[in-house]
C-alpha cells in the first residue's frame, strides 16, 4: 500500500464521521417541532462550547488555510500585520452585537437576519433587498470556498489514483467538465465534484444542528492539526532565524509553469542588476511570428523581457520550456537582467509546452518577505500603512455585520454562554492564526512554487503531505479541508435559509405547510450548491481576494442599519435603506476594476482605495452618516415597533406573526 492510499483512507475515516454525525443531526428534523427553527438553528438549544466552536470554524474558512497561507507563501512576515486584529473579531463581532440580538431574536422569533431587518423597519422590501445581498455575496463567497475544496481533495488523490486511465476519460464522457478538465486539469475538475457532493449532501440533510455538530469537531481538528505541523515545520527548517537568514538571501526571482507539466522555468535576476525585472510570456495579437525576446520599458519602472511565443495553425502555443530558456539566455540584452533555467530533476523536464502570463510578473526578492511591505508581482507594496490600518477595522468590524456569522450568535441560550464563547473563540483565534504565520514563511523555503500545481493557495495540504508521515498527513490535511467544509456549510444554510425563509415563506407564501418549507429548504441547498460548483469549473486566480471581497461587501451592507437598528430607537426605514444601500454599492464599485480585468475587458485594473484606505473603511463610514442624517430628516418608526423593540413592559409580550406585523 502506498503512503497516498494510506493518507487518503485516514482522510476517508474522518469523512465517515462526519457523515455519521450529520445522520444522528438529522434524526431532529422528524421530531415534532418547528421545522424552520430546528433547520436553522438548531431549535437554540446548541450548548456554549459547541457554539462558540462552530462560530470559530465558521470564520475560519478556505480562506484561513488556503487563501491566508498563500500570502504569507507569497509575501512573508507583512502578514502579522494583515491578521494581527482578528484576534480582537470575537470581542467586537460578539460582544457588540451578541446579547442584544440574542435577546431580540428570541422575543420576536426571528430565524435569519432579514427577519429582524424586516421586521424592525417594517418593510417587506427590504427584507427582500437584505436577502438578495446574502445570497449575492455568499455565493461569490461560496465559489471561492468550493475551489479550495477542490484544491486540497486534488491534492490528497492525485498521488492514488491513475487521472488518465480513469478521471480523464470519465469527465470527458460529460461535456461541461471534460471542457473544463482540457483547461484547468482532470484533477482539479473530478475533486471539485467529490466536493460538493459531499458537502451538499450533509449540509442539505443535517441542517444547522448538523453544521454545528460537524462544526465542532473540524474545529478541534484544525486546532490540533495546526499545533502538529508548527513543531515538525520548524524543526525542518533549524528555526525562525534560519528561514529568516535563508529568505533574506533568496535573490530577486520568479516561476512560470509547473513541475507536474514539466515546463516550470525559473528566472532569477543577473548580479548587479539594482532595477525591478519583469518577465512575460506574450502570445497576443502582437506577437512576432518566431520565437523571440525583446527588452521593453514597464510603466512602474524598470524592464520587461518579453519572450514573443508564436502559435501553430490551431492557434496553440507549441513552444517548450527548453526552448524558452535557451532564448533567453543566448539573448545578450536579456541575458544582463535575467538567467532562466528549467526547474525539475526529471528527464521530461522543460519538455512540456510553456505557460502564458497575464501580464509582466516581477522577480521577487526575499527580503521583501522580511522586511514588508512586500512587493507583489506588479511591483506594487502589497500592504502598505493604508491597507494596514483598513485591514485592522475591516477584521475587527466585518464579523459584527456578517449575517453569516451572526445568525450563530441568535442561537445562544443565554449570556452566560456568550461570555464564555468569547473567550474561547479568542483564545482559539490567537492559537491557530499565530502559528500559521509561524508556518508558512518558514514553508517559503520548503516547497518551491513550481511543485504547487494549483499554485500557492495549496501550501497547506502540500507542506502536510511532504514533511509527515502519511497517517498524520491524513489528519493534516483534513484541517484546511475543516475549515473549508465548516464555512461552506454555514453560508450554504445562510443562503437557502435566505430564499426559503425570507423570500418563500414570509414574502410569497406566509401560510405554507411545513411539509413545503422542509422540502423547499432541501431542494435550495442542493440548487444552490449545484450552482456554485459550476461557478467554481472557473476559479478565481487568488482564492483570499474573493474572500476579502465578499466579507468587506456583505458586512458594509448589514453593519450600520443592524447595529444601529437593534440599539436606536430613532433609526428609521429609509435611513437603513439609505445605510445598506450605500454600503452594497461602494464596496462593489471599488471592485469593479477586478472583474474587468479578470475577464479581459476595458477599464481593468486593482480596486479602488482612495487615499490608501480600502473600501470598506469608505463604505462603513459613508453608510454610518448617511443612516444617522436621513434617521433625522425621515418618518419615525410607529409607535408599536419602538415598543416592541424598546419598551420594557411591551417588549415582554410582544410576539411577530409569521407575516411580519407586531402583535
Excluded at 379 to 391: D, K, N, T, V, Y
Aim: charged residues 15%; contains cysteine; hydrophobic residues 50%.
Amino acid at each position: 500500500m502506498t503512503n497516498a492510499v494510506i493518507t487518503l483512507l485516514v482522510f476517508a475515516a474522518y469523512l465517515l464521521i462526519m457523515f455519521l454525525l450529520t445522520l444522528f443531526a438529522g434524526s431532529f428534523l422528524v421530531r415534532p417541532k418547528s421545522f424552520v427553527s430546528e433547520y436553522f438553528l438548531g431549535g437554540r438549544s446548541m450548548a456554549s462550547w459547541t457554539l462558540a466552536l462552530s462560530f470559530a470554524a465558521t470564520c475560519i474558512s478556505g480562506g484561513t488555510f488556503a487563501g491566508f497561507p498563500s500570502l504569507i507563501y507569497t509575501h512573508g512576515w507583512v502578514l502579522f500585520l494583515w491578521i494581527g486584529s482578528f484576534m480582537l473579531f470575537p470581542m467586537f463581532t460578539m460582544g457588540l452585537m451578541g446579547k442584544r440580538l440574542n435577546q431580540l431574536s428570541h422575543r420576536m422569533g426571528s430565524v435569519t437576519i432579514p427577519d429582524i431587518i424586516r421586521d424592525r423597519y417594517q418593510s417587506t422590501t427590504l427584507g427582500i433587498f437584505a436577502s438578495f445581498a446574502i445570497i449575492f455575496f455568499l455565493t461569490v463567497n461560496l465559489v471561492a470556498q468550493f475551489k479550495s475544496g477542490g484544491i486540497i481533495l486534488d491534492v490528497i488523490m492525485r498521488d492514488a489514483f491513475d487521472y488518465d486511465a480513469y478521471v480523464t476519460p470519465f469527465l470527458h464522457s460529460l461535456p461541461i467538465f471534460g471542457d473544463a478538465a482540457d483547461r484547468i486539469g482532470p484533477g482539479y475538475v473530478f475533486s471539485l465534484i467529490l466536493f460538493s457532493i459531499i458537502t451538499i449532501v450533509y449540509t442539505s440533510y443535517g441542517g444547522f444542528r448538523a453544521v454545528v455538530w460537524t462544526d465542532t469537531m473540524q474545529g478541534i481538528v484544525m486546532f490540533v492539526g495546526v499545533l502538529i505541523l508548527l513543531p515538525v515545520v520548524l524543526i525542518k527548517v533549524g528555526g525562525l532565524g534560519e528561514v529568516t537568514r535563508k529568505l533574506a538571501e533568496m535573490p530577486p526571482l520568479t516561476v512560470i509553469g509547473t513541475t507536474p507539466l514539466n515546463n516550470a522555468i525559473e528566472y532569477t535576476a543577473a548580479e548587479g542588476v539594482l532595477n525591478p525585472v519583469y518577465v512575460e510570456h506574450f502570445s497576443g495579437p502582437d506577437a512576432k511570428p518566431t520565437l523571440a525576446v525583446e527588452i521593453v520599458p514597464h510603466e512602474r519602472g524598470g524592464e520587461i523581457v518579453r519572450v514573443h511565443l508564436p502559435k501553430d495553425a490551431n492557434g496553440k502555443i507549441n513552444s517548450t520550456a527548453r526552448e524558452v530558456t535557451s532564448a533567453i539566455n543566448s539573448d545578450e540584452a536579456a541575458s544582463k537582467l535575467i538567467s532562466g533555467k528549467v526547474y525539475g530533476d526529471s528527464e521530461r523536464a522543460g519538455k512540456g509546452l510553456v505557460m502564458t502570463t497575464p501580464a509582466p510578473k516581477r522577480l521577487v526578492s526575499g527580503k521583501d518577505r522580511v522586511y514588508g511591505p512586500s512587493i507583489t508581482e506588479r511591483g506594487e507594496p502589497f500592504h502598505p500603512l493604508g491597507m494596514a490600518i483598513s485591514f485592522f477595522v475591516l477584521w475587527c468590524f466585518s464579523g459584527a455585520g456578517h449575517p453569516g456569522f451572526l445568525v450563530r450568535l441568535m442561537a445562544f441560550k443565554n449570556s452566560r454562554d456568550l461570555r464564555y464563547s468569547i473567550v474561547t473563540v479568542t483564545f482559539y483565534f490567537a492559537m491557530v492564526y499565530v502559528p500559521l504565520v509561524f508556518i508558512f514563511v518558514a514553508g517559503r523555503t520548503l516547497v518551491h512554487p513550481a511543485d504547487l500545481t494549483g499554485g500557492s493557495d495549496e501550501i497547506m495540504p502540500t507542506l502536510a503531505k511532504t514533511l509527515v508521515h502519511p497517517l498524520l498527513a491524513g489528519l493534516l490535511i483534513a484541517a484546511p479541508f475543516s475549515a473549508v467544509t465548516s464555512t461552506v456549510e454555514a453560508f450554504l444554510l445562510t443562503v437557502s435559509s435566505s430564499v426559503v425563509r425570507d423570500i418563500y415563506q414570509r414574502t410569497i407564501h406566509p401560510n405554507a405547510s411545513e411539509r413545503s418549507i422542509k422540502l423547499g429548504s432541501y431542494l435550495v441547498t442542493v440548487t444552490i450548491g449545484i450552482i456554485v460548483m459550476f461557478l467554481s469549473l472557473d476559479p478565481p486566480p487568488f482564492l483570499q481576494d474573493i474572500v476579502v471581497f465578499s466579507s468587506s461587501g456583505i458586512a458594509a451592507t448589514f453593519l450600520v442599519a443592524t447595529f444601529l437598528g437593534i440599539y436606536w430607537k430613532s433609526m428609521t426605514t429609509w435611513a437603513a435603506w439609505a445605510a445598506m444601500i450605500s454600503g452594497f454599492a461602494i464596496v462593489v464599485a471599488a471592485h469593479v476594476p477586478i472583474l474587468l480585468r479578470r475577464f479581459g475587458l476595458p477599464g481593468g485594473g486593482n480596486a479602488i482605495v482612495p487615499y490608501g484606505i480600502d473600501s470598506f473603511v469608505w463604505a462603513c463610514v459613508i453608510s454610518l452618516i448617511l443612516g444617522v442624517l436621513v434617521s433625522y430628516i425621515s418618518r419615525k418608526p410607529s409607535d408599536v415597533v419602538v415598543k416592541a423593540y424598546f419598551g420594557r413592559e411591551a417588549a415582554k409580550s410582544s410576539k411577530r406573526t409569521v407575516s411580519g406585523e407586531l402583535v
